[in-house]
């Protein structure tokens, strides 16, 4: 047991350093996380919608029939085209050059079931509200509900492909893990989307 003298001047000082402490977590500037947990909650898709909009994500989701290539998202070489079912047109199907891999030898790229996006979830051009609308609609989609839409991004071969690309490709900037945290907290959150622009 402490004698009474020394508590006299023990718990003073105790009370005097708790008080500092808490000031310095008060001033402490927030870290991105702690930010990211506090957003409201139409403010969560940001983060997603700027994974959404990388190159690895948008030449797959162009809104015509040309999909795109390269980090400036210049229109596909050869003429290619979406063609009736999102993997070319006759002669110049996905898979004739694209196969499950890589090919270091001619630089093109691959990953299991190359293809575009259906033209209902071309992406170029939306704003955060429409790009979020269409993400979750349905009849658009290809059926996903939002637990699906979140499981494709977590464990779809042609769309973690975009977090290593290979080659000179810049892979998609956010990790995927964060990314993953971010979907998780927009999902779990009801999937809200941002208002739209005036």
């Not at 001047?9 to 402490?28: E, R, S």
């Amino acid at each position: 047991m402490m004698p009474l003298h020394l508590k006299r001047v023990a718990y003073p000082v105790l009370i005097a350093v708790l008080a500092v402490a808490g000031a310095a977590l008060i001033t402490t500037p927030k870290t991105a996380s702690v930010a990211f947990a506090e957003a409201a909650p139409a403010d969560l898709f940001a983060p997603v919608a700027a994974v959404l909009r990388h190159p690895r994500c948008m030449n797959c989701h162009p809104r015509d029939d040309r999909p795109r290539q390269g980090d400036d998202r210049h229109e596909h070489l050869q003429n290619i085209v979406r063609g009736e079912d999102n993997m070319g047109f006759v002669n110049a199907r996905c898979n004739s050059c694209h196969r499950d891999e890589n090919n270091d030898f001619s630089r093109v790229p691959g990953a299991p079931n190359w293809h575009l996006a259906p033209l209902s979830m071309g992406w170029h051009g939306l704003g955060d509200s429409e790009l979020c609308t269409a993400l979750k609609d349905e009849t658009k989609n290809g059926g996903k509900n939002v637990a699906a839409l979140v499981q494709h991004m977590k464990s779809d071969a042609l769309v973690l492909w975009g977090w290593k690309p290979g080659g000179t490709r810049a892979p998609v900037s956010t990790p995927h893990p964060q990314f993953m945290k971010e979907l998780k907290a927009w999902a779990d959150a009801g999937a809200p989307c941002p208002a739209a622009k005036p």
